[in-house]
Nanobody, 121 residues
Framework: QVQFVESGGGLVRPGGSLRLSCTAS????????MAWFRQAPGKEREEVSC????????HYADSVKGRFTISRDDSSNTVYLQMNNLKSEDTADYYC??????????????WGQGTRVTISP
């Protein structure tokens, strides 16, 4: 069974940047689509970004297009989310997710413990 450890969250000011990391264990993720989800207080979870295995395509929620970049380093079993020009509405817990399929979108079957991102002046 795959397990994830997310890191990189924190408190930053609007306009700032963060880079989230997700390191997997238990299985290699190189053949799977990987996604980042987030859940803000009082809101439903949403898929922020996804990267497919078969074609390497990336997908982004409209709210983060042009600001966030998902990437993967299969040699280290790690997925990243570079977040730039952060806004207050990006405040949420961010989770690394997969369903062990090869294409996006990803059903949130396997989750990490999450990393908290807080955007505040």
């Amino acid at each position: 069974q795959v397990q994830f450890v997310e890191s990189g969250g924190g408190l930053v000011r609007p306009g700032g940047s963060l880079r989230l990391s997700c390191t997997a264990s238990g299985t290699s993720i190189r053949h799977y689509a990987m996604a980042w989800f987030r859940q803000a207080p009082g809101k439903e979870r949403e898929e922020v970004s996804c990267i497919s295995y078969l074609d390497g395509q990336t997908h982004y929620a409209d709210s983060v297009k042009g600001r966030f970049t998902i990437s993967r380093d299969d040699s280290s079993n790690t997925v990243y989310l570079q977040m730039n020009n952060l806004k207050s509405e990006d405040t949420a817990d961010y989770y690394c997710v997969t369903d062990l399929s090869t294409v996006c979108p990803v059903y949130p079957r396997y989750w990490g413990q999450g990393t908290r991102v807080t955007i505040s002046p």
